[in-house]
C-alpha cells in the first residue's frame, strides 16, 4: 500500500465522490489523511476504509466535514498560568484520565513500591465513557479473533470474579442467550459460535429450541436455536471503577480531582519530563495515556499522534425496576428485520445488576467528543436491537436516558503499548467495547509495560509488602434483612433516615461515602455511589436532601454543591440576604 | 424490632392521610395511626405557600399550610398517634406494614385495616422524552418550589416553563415575586393544563405569556442549561422542526403532569386501574385486597384539595364499616364505566341496592369544551344529569348516584355537549 493507492482507493469510491481528499503514508505504515468531505459519515466511513487496507498500521484522520467546525480550545494562556504555578509534585509513575482504564492500572500498580499520581479533569472519577455504557461483562465471542479485543475480553471477564471479590461491587455472572428466530439468524450465532471457540470462550454452545425455551421460560414464539454464553456477567460500570481507585487511593495512590492536563514536557533525549496540568507540574518519567476520547490529543502533546479517535455516541434508557426482566439471563432476540452497521457496535436489552431493565446503548458516529445528548433516534436504535425480547415493555416506563461516547479508533482496536517515539509515555487508547470487561486484562498487560520499562532503566518495580487488595463493601441498607436493618439503626441512626424513597437509600449510606477514600462532591458523584436519586422521580424529591448533606458534611454554602462536572450549578442564589 | 397493633393505619400524612384519620376517630376507632416519612404532617401541602386552599371546606382562603394546620390541629388533639419520620417500606397483603424511622429503628404494625394515601409524585423530563443534553438547571416544579419555598434559594435567574399544570402556573408567579425573569409558559396540548384562576392570576396578571400546542424539543448545554428549543407540534403532538426556536435560559421547570406513588399498593398486591393509574377502588375507596383502602391523589390526581380530604373521610367511613365485620360479603359488584368524552372515573366500583346517601363519583373530561351535561346512567336510565357551563380536562368533575337511587347494573359516565 502506498499513499496513490490510497487516493485511488477512496476516489474510486463512489461514497466519496464529491470529497476532496489528501493522504501521506509514513515508513511505520501510518496513514494521515486530510482534506474536506460532505457529511460526517463519509470522514468517518475514509478512515474506516484506510484502516482495512493491509499493512495500513492506524489512521489519523484530519478530514473535515463541510459546515460542522469543532473549534479547537486554544490553551496556551492557561499553559502559561500553569507554568507559573511552577513543579506541585514529583512521581514515578503519572496516569491521566479517571475512567475504567486509568482506575483499573492505578490500582493494579499501587501493590509496588512507586509514587503514582492519577489524574482526571472531572470532578470525580468514573464521568465520561465509564458510566455511560450497559454493565456488560462481555464474553468475548463478538471481538473478531486474532484482534488484542478479543484476547484482553475473554482474559478481562475471567478476572472478574477475584475483582468482585476483592472489591464488592455488584456483580451478577447471568450469562447469556442469544436466540434465532429464523435460519439466517443461526448462521449468524454459528459465526459467533465459531468465534467464540476461536477466542476460547469458556462453556459457550449453541443449544436447541427446546432447551432454550428450558433454560428461559418467558421465550415465546417461534424458536430456531440459540447460542449460550455462560461467562457474560453485568455490573454497574461506574461502580467498579470507584472500587477500583478507592483501593488504589487506600493504598497511596493519589488523586488529583479537577486536574486537566494541558501539555507533557519531553527532556533532550525524548523522554517524559513533566506533565504540565492546571494545577502545575508534576515531574515525572512515566505517563500512561488513560483519556478516553481524547487519548488521541494527549499523544499529540507529545508529538506521537498515529491514531484519530471518533466518537460514537450510545444512548441508554433505564426502566422502572417494578417491570422484572422475566429472563434470568441476559436474553437477545433479534427484530425480525435487524440491519447491522457492522462497525457499530449497539447493544439491545439487558439488566442492571439492581434490577432495572436498560436498552442500549445505541451506535451513532458524531463529530463532537462532548456530544453526550440523547436523542430520539438513540432510543429507537436501542428499542430496534432488542425490544422483540421484551414484548410488553412500555416506553412510559422509561425512567432515564443518557449517553456516553466510545473512544473508537479506525482499526476498532484497542491501542496499549509503549510509545516507539517517546521513551515512558504508554497509550491505552481506542478503548470502546469490550473495555469494561477487558479492563483486568488490560491493567496487567500496562503493569507489566511499566516492569519491563522499569528494569530497563535499571530501577525495576518492588513489590510492596503493606497492599491491601480489599475494599470493605458498603451497607446497603435495602439488602438486608429486618433483624439486620433494626440492628443497624440502633447502632447509628443516621440508617434510619430514608434520604431516596424511590430506591431506599439512607442517610447513613450517604454519610459513608463522604467519609470514604474518595469523598464525592457533587449530587451526581453521590448518585453513583449509593443510588440517591437513581429511581423513578430521578431526585425530584431527595436532590434537596442530598445537597443538604453534601453542604453540612463539606462546610460548604448549599449554592457551591453542583449536580455534577465543575460548573453544574443548581442553586443560583439565596432568595433573601441574611438578616431580612 | 418494634410491634404497634392497630385498629387502622393511615400511610401518608398529607391531606387526604390527615382527614382519614380524623374520620376515623370520629367513627369510633380507637387505635388510629398516621404514618408520616417527612419530619412533620401535612404532606406537599406544607410547601403550598400561596393561599386559594379551603374555599369549599373552611369557607376562607387559605395558604396550603393553614389548611394543613387546621387538620393537623385536630389530629394532636384527636388521640390519633402520629408517627412522622417515619418511611414505610413495604405493605403486605395481609395488613402487615414495616416502616423504618431513625428514632425507632424498624417498626412492624398489624393493622385491623389500612388507608393508603402516599400521594402522587411529578413526572420528569424523561417520561415525555424531552430530548437533548443532560446539563443542571432543569427542575420539576414541585423540586423547584421544595428549594424557594421551604429552603430559601432560587435556582436560576430566567426559567422557561414547560406545562401549564397548576403548580407551573403557581410557580410562574413565584419566580416573579422572588425576582427571577419567567420567559414564558409552553403547553404540548391545545388548552391549559392548569385551573383558570390560576392561568388569570399567576400569568395574566404578571404579563408571562402562555404558548399552547408548543413544547420544549430540546435541551442545550453542557454542565449548565444555556437554552432549550421551543417548536410548535403537530396533532400527534410531535414537535414541527421547523417552527423551532431557540430561547436562553438558565432554568427550565417541568410542570407536566403527576404520577399516583403506587409502589406500596402493588406490592400488596392490590390492582392498579390503567385509566387512573392508581389503585382501583369501590364506592367505600376500598381497593382489591380486603381491609386496605386508599384515598386522596393515589386513587386519582383530584388537583382539589378538598376532593382529596374528601376521599379520605369516605375510605375511614368504609374501612370503619370494614372492621364493624371483616367478614360481611359484599353485595354484587358493578362497574362505572366511562363514556363518551370521560377519561377516568373514580371509584371504579360500586355495588347493588339503594344509595342510602348520594353516592360521589369523580370524572375526567376528554376534550374541553363550553356548555356540557355530566349524565350518570344506569341501564339506560339517566340517574343524574348536571350542567356545567365550561368542563375542561385538568378540573375534576364529580357526578352523583342520588340517594335513594337503586344500582342494579353497570354506571356509565358521560359528558355531553349541549
Same mark, same amino acid.
Given at each position: 500500500?502506498?499513499?496513490?493507492?490510497?487516493?485511488?482507493?477512496?476516489?474510486?469510491?463512489?461514497?466519496?465522490?464529491?470529497?476532496?481528499?489528501?493522504?501521506?503514508?509514513?515508513?511505520?505504515?501510518?496513514?494521515?489523511?486530510?482534506?474536506?468531505?460532505?457529511?460526517?459519515?463519509?470522514?468517518?466511513?475514509?478512515?474506516?476504509?484506510?484502516?482495512?487496507?493491509?499493512?495500513?498500521?492506524?489512521?489519523?484522520?484530519?478530514?473535515?466535514?463541510?459546515?460542522?467546525?469543532?473549534?479547537?480550545?486554544?490553551?496556551?494562556?492557561?499553559?502559561?498560568?500553569?507554568?507559573?504555578?511552577?513543579?506541585?509534585?514529583?512521581?514515578?509513575?503519572?496516569?491521566?484520565?479517571?475512567?475504567?482504564?486509568?482506575?483499573?492500572?492505578?490500582?493494579?500498580?499501587?501493590?509496588?513500591?512507586?509514587?503514582?499520581?492519577?489524574?482526571?479533569?472531572?470532578?470525580?472519577?468514573?464521568?465520561?465513557?465509564?458510566?455511560?455504557?450497559?454493565?456488560?461483562?462481555?464474553?468475548?465471542?463478538?471481538?473478531?479473533?486474532?484482534?488484542?479485543?478479543?484476547?484482553?475480553?475473554?482474559?478481562?471477564?475471567?478476572?472478574?470474579?477475584?475483582?468482585?471479590?476483592?472489591?464488592?461491587?455488584?456483580?451478577?455472572?447471568?450469562?447469556?442467550?442469544?436466540?434465532?428466530?429464523?435460519?439466517?439468524?443461526?448462521?449468524?450465532?454459528?459465526?459467533?459460535?465459531?468465534?467464540?471457540?476461536?477466542?476460547?470462550?469458556?462453556?459457550?454452545?449453541?443449544?436447541?429450541?427446546?432447551?432454550?425455551?428450558?433454560?428461559?421460560?418467558?421465550?415465546?414464539?417461534?424458536?430456531?436455536?440459540?447460542?449460550?454464553?455462560?461467562?457474560?456477567?453485568?455490573?454497574?460500570?461506574?461502580?467498579?471503577?470507584?472500587?477500583?481507585?478507592?483501593?488504589?487511593?487506600?493504598?497511596?495512590?493519589?488523586?488529583?480531582?479537577?486536574?486537566?492536563?494541558?501539555?507533557?514536557?519531553?527532556?533532550?533525549?525524548?523522554?517524559?519530563?513533566?506533565?504540565?496540568?492546571?494545577?502545575?507540574?508534576?515531574?515525572?518519567?512515566?505517563?500512561?495515556?488513560?483519556?478516553?476520547?481524547?487519548?488521541?490529543?494527549?499523544?499529540?502533546?507529545?508529538?506521537?499522534?498515529?491514531?484519530?479517535?471518533?466518537?460514537?455516541?450510545?444512548?441508554?434508557?433505564?426502566?422502572?425496576?417494578?417491570?422484572?426482566?422475566?429472563?434470568?439471563?441476559?436474553?437477545?432476540?433479534?427484530?425480525?428485520?435487524?440491519?447491522?452497521?457492522?462497525?457499530?457496535?449497539?447493544?439491545?436489552?439487558?439488566?442492571?445488576?439492581?434490577?432495572?431493565?436498560?436498552?442500549?446503548?445505541?451506535?451513532?458516529?458524531?463529530?463532537?467528543?462532548?456530544?453526550?445528548?440523547?436523542?430520539?433516534?438513540?432510543?429507537?436504535?436501542?428499542?430496534?436491537?432488542?425490544?422483540?425480547?421484551?414484548?410488553?415493555?412500555?416506553?412510559?416506563?422509561?425512567?432515564?436516558?443518557?449517553?456516553?461516547?466510545?473512544?473508537?479508533?479506525?482499526?476498532?482496536?484497542?491501542?496499549?503499548?509503549?510509545?516507539?517515539?517517546?521513551?515512558?509515555?504508554?497509550?491505552?487508547?481506542?478503548?470502546?467495547?469490550?473495555?469494561?470487561?477487558?479492563?483486568?486484562?488490560?491493567?496487567?498487560?500496562?503493569?507489566?509495560?511499566?516492569?519491563?520499562?522499569?528494569?530497563?532503566?535499571?530501577?525495576?518495580?518492588?513489590?510492596?509488602?503493606?497492599?491491601?487488595?480489599?475494599?470493605?463493601?458498603?451497607?446497603?441498607?435495602?439488602?438486608?434483612?429486618?433483624?439486620?436493618?433494626?440492628?443497624?439503626?440502633?447502632?447509628?441512626?443516621?440508617?434510619?433516615?430514608?434520604?431516596?424513597?424511590?430506591?431506599?437509600?439512607?442517610?447513613?449510606?450517604?454519610?459513608?461515602?463522604?467519609?470514604?477514600?474518595?469523598?464525592?462532591?457533587?449530587?451526581?458523584?453521590?448518585?453513583?455511589?449509593?443510588?440517591?436519586?437513581?429511581?423513578?422521580?430521578?431526585?425530584?424529591?431527595?436532590?434537596?436532601?442530598?445537597?443538604?448533606?453534601?453542604?453540612?458534611?463539606?462546610?460548604?454554602?448549599?449554592?457551591?454543591?453542583?449536580?455534577?462536572?465543575?460548573?453544574?450549578?443548581?442553586?443560583?442564589?439565596?432568595?433573601?440576604?441574611?438578616?431580612? | 424490632?418494634?410491634?404497634?397493633?392497630?385498629?387502622?393505619?393511615?400511610?401518608?400524612?398529607?391531606?387526604?392521610?390527615?382527614?382519614?384519620?380524623?374520620?376515623?376517630?370520629?367513627?369510633?376507632?380507637?387505635?388510629?395511626?398516621?404514618?408520616?416519612?417527612?419530619?412533620?404532617?401535612?404532606?406537599?401541602?406544607?410547601?403550598?405557600?400561596?393561599?386559594?386552599?379551603?374555599?369549599?371546606?373552611?369557607?376562607?382562603?387559605?395558604?396550603?399550610?393553614?389548611?394543613?394546620?387546621?387538620?393537623?390541629?385536630?389530629?394532636?388533639?384527636?388521640?390519633?398517634?402520629?408517627?412522622? *419520620?417515619? @418511611?414505610? &417500606?413495604?405493605?403486605?397483603?395481609?395488613?402487615?406494614? %414495616?416502616? #423504618?424511622?431513625? =428514632?425507632? $429503628?424498624?417498626?412492624?404494625?398489624?393493622?385491623?385495616?389500612?388507608?393508603?394515601?402516599?400521594?402522587?409524585?411529578?413526572?420528569?423530563?424523561?417520561?415525555?422524552?424531552?430530548?437533548?443534553?443532560?446539563?443542571?438547571?432543569?427542575?420539576?416544579?414541585?423540586?423547584?418550589?421544595?428549594?424557594?419555598?421551604?429552603?430559601?434559594?432560587?435556582?436560576?435567574?430566567?426559567?422557561?416553563?414547560?406545562?401549564?399544570?397548576?403548580?407551573?402556573?403557581?410557580?410562574? *408567579?413565584? @419566580?416573579? &415575586?422572588?425576582?427571577?425573569?419567567?420567559?414564558?409558559? %409552553?403547553? #404540548?396540548?391545545? =388548552?391549559? $393544563?392548569?385551573?383558570?384562576?390560576?392561568?388569570?392570576?399567576?400569568?395574566?396578571?404578571?404579563?408571562?405569556?402562555?404558548?399552547?400546542?408548543?413544547?420544549?424539543?430540546?435541551?442545550?448545554?453542557?454542565?449548565?442549561?444555556?437554552?432549550?428549543?421551543?417548536?410548535?407540534?403537530?396533532?400527534?403532538?410531535?414537535?414541527?422542526?421547523?417552527?423551532?426556536?431557540?430561547?436562553?435560559?438558565?432554568?427550565?421547570?417541568?410542570?407536566?403532569?403527576?404520577?399516583?406513588?403506587?409502589?406500596?399498593?402493588?406490592?400488596?398486591?392490590?390492582?392498579?386501574?390503567?385509566?387512573?393509574?392508581?389503585?382501583?377502588?369501590?364506592?367505600?375507596?376500598?381497593?382489591?385486597?380486603?381491609?386496605?383502602?386508599?384515598?386522596?391523589?393515589?386513587?386519582?390526581?383530584?388537583?382539589?384539595?378538598?376532593?382529596?380530604?374528601?376521599?379520605?373521610?369516605?375510605?375511614?367511613?368504609?374501612?370503619?364499616?370494614?372492621?364493624?365485620?371483616?367478614?360481611?360479603?359484599?353485595?354484587?359488584?358493578?362497574?362505572?364505566?366511562?363514556?363518551?368524552?370521560?377519561?377516568?372515573?373514580?371509584?371504579?366500583?360500586?355495588?347493588?341496592?339503594?344509595?342510602?346517601?348520594?353516592?360521589?363519583?369523580?370524572?375526567?373530561?376528554?376534550?374541553?369544551?363550553?356548555?356540557?351535561?355530566?349524565?350518570?346512567?344506569?341501564?339506560?336510565?339517566?340517574?343524574?344529569?348536571?350542567?356545567?357551563?365550561?368542563?375542561?380536562?385538568?378540573?375534576?368533575?364529580?357526578?352523583?348516584?342520588?340517594?335513594?337511587?337503586?344500582?342494579?347494573?353497570?354506571?356509565?359516565?358521560?359528558?355531553?355537549?349541549?
Amino acid at each position: 500500500m502506498d499513499r496513490e493507492s490510497i487516493l485511488k482507493l477512496v476516489g474510486n469510491d463512489g461514497r466519496f465522490a464529491a470529497c476532496q481528499v489528501e493522504c501521506s503514508l509514513s515508513p511505520d505504515g501510518i496513514a494521515t489523511v486530510w482534506g474536506a468531505a460532505d457529511t460526517w459519515r463519509q470522514v468517518v466511513d475514509i478512515g474506516h476504509l484506510v484502516a482495512r487496507q493491509p499493512d495500513i498500521v492506524n489512521v489519523v484522520n484530519r478530514l473535515r466535514a463541510r459546515g460542522i467546525e469543532i473549534a479547537p480550545q486554544d490553551k496556551s494562556g492557561a499553559i502559561a498560568a500553569a507554568r507559573r504555578l511552577g513543579v506541585r509534585a514529583e512521581a514515578d509513575i503519572v496516569i491521566i484520565g479517571g475512567g475504567i482504564c486509568g482506575c483499573a492500572i492505578a490500582r493494579a500498580l499501587a501493590r509496588y513500591q512507586a509514587r503514582i499520581i492519577l489524574l482526571e479533569k472531572n470532578s470525580d472519577i468514573s464521568e465520561e465513557t465509564t458510566k455511560a455504557n450497559n454493565g456488560y461483562i462481555h464474553a468475548g465471542h463478538r471481538a473478531a479473533p486474532g484482534t488484542l479485543k478479543a484476547k484482553l475480553n475473554v482474559e478481562g471477564n475471567a478476572m472478574y470474579d477475584q475483582w468482585h471479590e476483592e472489591l464488592n461491587f455488584p456483580f451478577l455472572r447471568c450469562g447469556q442467550l442469544n436466540v434465532a428466530r429464523t435460519e439466517k439468524d443461526m448462521r449468524a450465532l454459528e459465526k459467533n459460535h465459531a468465534d467464540g471457540i476461536a477466542n476460547k470462550v469458556p462453556g459457550i454452545r449453541l443449544v436447541s429450541a427446546q432447551e432454550a425455551k428450558e433454560l428461559e421460560p418467558a421465550l415465546e414464539g417461534e424458536i430456531v436455536g440459540a447460542l449460550l454464553v455462560p461467562s457474560l456477567a453485568v455490573v454497574e460500570p461506574y461502580s467498579v471503577c470507584i472500587a477500583l481507585a478507592e483501593n488504589a487511593v487506600s493504598n497511596g495512590v493519589d488523586l488529583w480531582l479537577n486536574c486537566e492536563v494541558l501539555a507533557i514536557d519531553l527532556d533532550s533525549s525524548s523522554r517524559t519530563e513533566a506533565v504540565v496540568t492546571e494545577k502545575g507540574l508534576i515531574k515525572t518519567g512515566w505517563v500512561i495515556n488513560c483519556a478516553g476520547i481524547y487519548a488521541d490529543e494527549i499523544a499529540a502533546m507529545v508529538d506521537d499522534q498515529f491514531f484519530s479517535l471518533h466518537p460514537r455516541r450510545g444512548g441508554i434508557a433505564i426502566f422502572d425496576k417494578q417491570v422484572k426482566p422475566p429472563y434470568k439471563r441476559s436474553v437477545s432476540v433479534p427484530a425480525p428485520a435487524e440491519q447491522k452497521d457492522e462497525e457499530s457496535k449497539g447493544g439491545g436489552f439487558s439488566f442492571t445488576p439492581d434490577g432495572n431493565i436498560l436498552a442500549g446503548p445505541s451506535a451513532l458516529e458524531v463529530p463532537d467528543k462532548e456530544d453526550k445528548r440523547v436523542e430520539a433516534q438513540d432510543i429507537d436504535y436501542a428499542y430496534s436491537r432488542g425490544a422483540a425480547a421484551y414484548p410488553g415493555l412500555r416506553r412510559q416506563d422509561i425512567i432515564a436516558m443518557y449517553s456516553g461516547v466510545r473512544a473508537a479508533d479506525y482499526k476498532e482496536d484497542f491501542i496499549i503499548a509503549m510509545s516507539g517515539k517517546i521513551d515512558g509515555f504508554i497509550n491505552v487508547a481506542g478503548i470502546q467495547s469490550p473495555g469494561l470487561a477487558a479492563a483486568p486484562a488490560i491493567a496487567r498487560m500496562v503493569e507489566v509495560i511499566v516492569k519491563e520499562s522499569r528494569a530497563g532503566q535499571n530501577n525495576p518495580l518492588r513489590l510492596r509488602t503493606d497492599f491491601n487488595p480489599h475494599r470493605e463493601k458498603p451497607v446497603e441498607f435495602r439488602h438486608l434483612s429486618l433483624e439486620e436493618q433494626d440492628r443497624l439503626i440502633r447502632r447509628n441512626p443516621a440508617y434510619g433516615r430514608i434520604v431516596c424513597r424511590c430506591e431506599q437509600i439512607s442517610e447513613g449510606e450517604i454519610l459513608d461515602t463522604i467519609r470514604s477514600p474518595i469523598t464525592p462532591t457533587t449530587v451526581d458523584a453521590v448518585k453513583r455511589r449509593v443510588r440517591a436519586g437513581m429511581g423513578r422521580c430521578q431526585g425530584g424529591f431527595c436532590q434537596p436532601k442530598v445537597v443538604e448533606i453534601l453542604a453540612r458534611e463539606l462546610g460548604r454554602e448549599w449554592t457551591e454543591i453542583n449536580l455534577k462536572g465543575r460548573h453544574a450549578y443548581i442553586l443560583a442564589r439565596k432568595s433573601r440576604e441574611e438578616g431580612l | 424490632m418494634r410491634e404497634v397493633h392497630l385498629d387502622l393505619a393511615v400511610i401518608g400524612g398529607g391531606p387526604a392521610g390527615l382527614a382519614a384519620a380524623l374520620e376515623a376517630r370520629r367513627q369510633g376507632l380507637e387505635k388510629v395511626a398516621v404514618i408520616e416519612r417527612d419530619i412533620e404532617l401535612g404532606g406537599i401541602l406544607q410547601q403550598c405557600v400561596h393561599d386559594g386552599f379551603g374555599l369549599h371546606r373552611f369557607g376562607r382562603r387559605m395558604s396550603g399550610g393553614q389548611y394543613a394546620q387546621a387538620f393537623i390541629d385536630e389530629v394532636e388533639a384527636g388521640g390519633i398517634m402520629t408517627e412522622c *419520620r417515619t @418511611m414505610v &417500606l413495604r405493605v403486605s397483603g395481609d395488613k402487615k406494614i %414495616y416502616a #423504618v424511622s431513625s =428514632h425507632k $429503628g424498624m417498626t412492624l404494625y398489624h393493622c385491623r385495616a389500612i388507608i393508603l394515601a402516599m400521594g402522587c409524585r411529578e413526572r420528569t423530563r424523561n417520561q415525555i422524552f424531552i430530548y437533548g443534553a443532560r446539563p443542571s438547571g432543569v427542575l420539576t416544579a414541585g423540586t423547584v418550589q421544595r428549594y424557594i419555598n421551604m429552603e430559601g434559594y432560587l435556582p436560576g435567574k430566567k426559567a422557561v416553563i414547560l406545562g401549564s399544570g397548576d403548580i407551573g402556573l403557581i410557580m410562574a *408567579r413565584r @419566580m416573579i &415575586l422572588e425576582g427571577m425573569e419567567v420567559e414564558g409558559v %409552553y403547553e #404540548v396540548m391545545a =388548552h391549559p $393544563g392548569g385551573l383558570t384562576r390560576n392561568i388569570v392570576q399567576c400569568l395574566e396578571d404578571y404579563d408571562i405569556p402562555l404558548h399552547l400546542s408548543t413544547t420544549v424539543s430540546q435541551i442545550h448545554g453542557q454542565e449548565r442549561l444555556e437554552g432549550v428549543s421551543v417548536a410548535r407540534v403537530d396533532q400527534q403532538r410531535r414537535p414541527v422542526k421547523e417552527s423551532e426556536r431557540y430561547i436562553p435560559c438558565d432554568l427550565l421547570v417541568l410542570a407536566v403532569g403527576l404520577i399516583p406513588e403506587t409502589e406500596l399498593a402493588r406490592g400488596a398486591g392490590i390492582k392498579i386501574n390503567p385509566l387512573s393509574n392508581g389503585p382501583e377502588v369501590d364506592q367505600d375507596f376500598a381497593t382489591s385486597v380486603p381491609g386496605i383502602f386508599a384515598a386522596g391523589n393515589l386513587v386519582a390526581v383530584f388537583d382539589l384539595v378538598d376532593y382529596v380530604s374528601a376521599t379520605g373521610e369516605t375510605a375511614a367511613k368504609g374501612a370503619a364499616r370494614y372492621l364493624e365485620n371483616p367478614k360481611a360479603a359484599h353485595p354484587r359488584a358493578y362497574r362505572v364505566n366511562t363514556g363518551e368524552n370521560v377519561s377516568l372515573a373514580v371509584p371504579q366500583i360500586v355495588y347493588e341496592g339503594q344509595a342510602a346517601q348520594d353516592l360521589s363519583l369523580f370524572l375526567r373530561v376528554k376534550q374541553p369544551g363550553p356548555k356540557a351535561a355530566l349524565i350518570c346512567a344506569c341501564a339506560g336510565r339517566e340517574l343524574s344529569r348536571k350542567k356545567e357551563r365550561f368542563v375542561a380536562p385538568p378540573e375534576m368533575l364529580a357526578a352523583k348516584v342520588p340517594a335513594g337511587t337503586f344500582i342494579g347494573a353497570d354506571l356509565l359516565l358521560e359528558i355531553k355537549g349541549e
